[in-house]
T-cell receptor
Framework: DGGITQSPKYLFRKEGQNVTLSCEQN?????MYWYRQDPGQGLRLIYY???????QKGDIAEGYSVSREKKESFPLTVTSAQKNPTAFYLC?????????????FGEGSRLTVL | GQSLEQPSEVTAVEGAIVQINCTYQ??????LSWYQQHDGGAPTFLSY????GLEETGRFSSFLSRSDSYGYLLLQELQMKDSASYFC??????????FGKGTMLLVSP
């Protein structure tokens, strides 16, 4: 079955540590996105990528980094520079071929900083 | 910048009809999407409106008025499983979706 796989589902880290969240898709979608969700809040865009080897900052990119070396993969690194990293992180993809507002989401990664 | 406004919470009873409104301010507007998210889960796509008018998909319908920068999601024959958060999202010219803060729908027996 096609879909998006995020790992790990739960992650704990100490302050000052970098952590990388994995996102893999087998939908053959061109565009991929990372969103952050805080309790009771909407989704805020961190980074997005429309093609391999290219990505753009979203609204809250500070303290995060990404790479897009393969079409299928879009990992997100939460660096120690991110002041408040505890959140629910959602990866999504979208077909680049049409004007559609449909994103396909992974199940999310819940990061807790201790 | 982009901004979306939707009510924070709506309550209704099983079998009823409920409407969740969304107003937006944005540049480069392409269309308005709606997503459903159950607690702790991933958002799932419900509908997308690029043109003015009503789109119907089963018990759910979505409406858009581009001139009023307004849309709504209409849920009919409410069921307990419809209790969830609902987000409107604007597709802009940068190929990104900007989400509202969400409306929590509570359906009671």
């Amino acid at each position: 079955d096609g879909g998006i796989t995020q790992s790990p589902k739960y992650l704990f880290r100490k302050e000052g540590q970098n952590v990388t969240l994995s996102c893999e898709q087998n939908l053959n979608h061109d565009a991929m996105y990372w969103y952050r969700q805080d309790p009771g809040q909407g989704l805020r865009l961190i980074y997005y990528s429309q093609i391999v080897n290219d990505f753009q900052k979203g609204d809250i990119a500070e303290g995060y980094s990404v790479s897009r070396e393969k079409k299928e993969s879009f990992p997100l690194t939460v660096t120690s520079a991110q002041k408040n990293p505890t959140a629910f992180y959602l990866c999504a993809s979208r077909s680049g071929g049409g004007d559609t507002g449909e994103l396909f989401f992974g199940e999310g990664s819940r990061l807790t900083v201790l | 910048g982009q901004s979306l406004e939707q009510p924070s919470e709506v309550t209704a009873v099983e079998g009823a009809i409920v409407q969740i409104n969304c107003t937006y301010q944005t540049s480069g507007f392409y269309g308005l999407s709606w997503y459903q998210q159950h607690d702790g889960g991933a958002p799932t796509f419900l509908s997308y409106n690029a043109l003015d008018g009503l789109e119907e998909t089963g018990r759910f319908s979505s409406f858009l008025s581009r001139s009023d920068s307004y849309g709504y999601l209409l849920l009919q024959e409410l069921q307990m499983k419809d209790s969830a958060s609902y987000f409107c999202a604007v597709l802009s010219g940068y190929s990104t979706l900007t989400f509202g803060k969400g409306t929590m729908l509570l359906v009671s027996p």
